[in-house]
């Protein structure tokens, strides 16, 4: 299902949450990790010794790069980048390996177990040529094997499409599947026939809900629950970047689970049997 993954990778619990993740989504959906570490300029050093104190600096880096791998059991090309602007790099290398995902983790000041996007992060997240998954704060200590996944439905476009992805990726991993629907009050018959709807379109893993209240919070709030989280972007900027709209940005804050978020517009990862089907033709 996934071609390759980029995770970005540093010394930090950050990067340690992100690769834990990422091998999750490998185990899960299959794929190649590319696991990047960015550096940035040092421009203190004269221009003279710069040559060889980067080639030093890149063998370091790499060798601790590849210890992190060892230490975490992931399998992972390891790639060192260097760049002013750690996301610029991670979109690059998404853009220049065709990635299906990104994988980020959560600020360093988040709380136990919950993401918050620091700079970093969130600026991973905002305009990814690819979908983005964050690890929440300390994944890397209980990761936890695609068993449920849940997906914020709201019957738009975007929504349809992470509800496919979510149904693809529990086929691949045996998990089920939870489609909720947050509505008001007075819209709760209409959003459950809408819900059963596409529910009906993926089969029998999936089970339909209906919650009354605010999107991002009634979602936040039954997260724990779940080992992964799936929405679309609903922000308008350009196709295939991920915007993120509001809903988004708070599940991002409140979330214990990590959370998976397509872009708009850009292709999401097949399945084996489209794949196969699109070589065929």
Do not use: W
């Not at 489609?179 to 529910?199: I, K, N, W």
Request: net charge neutral; charged share 25%.
């Amino acid at each position: 299902m996934f071609k390759r993954i980029v995770a970005g990778v540093d010394a930090r619990q950050g990067g340690r949450d992100a690769l834990t993740l990422a091998g999750v989504l490998q185990r899960a959906g299959g794929g190649e990790i590319v696991a990047v570490h960015v550096y940035t300029y040092d421009r203190t050093v004269p221009l003279a010794e710069a040559g060889a104190v980067e080639d030093a600096l890149h063998g370091e880096l790499l060798a601790t790069l590849e210890g992190q791998l060892a230490a975490a059991g992931v399998a992972a090309r390891p790639v060192i980048a260097r760049d002013l602007a750690p996301a610029r790099a991670l979109h690059a290398a998404a853009e220049r390996e065709q990635a299906d995902v990104i994988v980020v983790g959560s600020c360093h000041r988040a709380g136990a177990n919950r993401l918050l996007t620091g700079d970093d992060a969130a600026a991973a997240l905002r305009g990814a040529p690819c979908a983005v998954a964050v690890a929440p704060r300390g994944y890397a200590r209980s990761p936890r094997e695609l068993r449920l996944i849940g997906v914020g439905y709201d019957g738009s476009h975007e929504a349809r499409r992470a509800l496919e992805l979510a149904c693809r990726l529990a086929g691949e991993a045996a998990a089920g599947v939870r489609a909720t629907m947050v509505v008001r009050p007075s819209g709760a018959g209409e959003g459950q026939d809408a819900l059963e709807r596409a529910a009906a379109e993926c089969g029998d893993r999936i089970t339909p809900e209906i919650m009354v209240g605010t999107a991002s919070e009634r979602l936040a709030s039954s997260s724990g629950e779940l080992d992964l989280l799936v929405v679309g972007s609903r922000g308008y900027g350009p196709l295939r970047r991920v915007i993120l709209g509001s809903t988004s940005t708070e599940l991002f804050r409140g979330a214990a689970c990590p959370v998976l978020v397509l872009a708009r517009g850009a292709a999401a990862p097949q399945d084996k049997h489209s794949e196969e089907a699109a070589r065929a033709g």
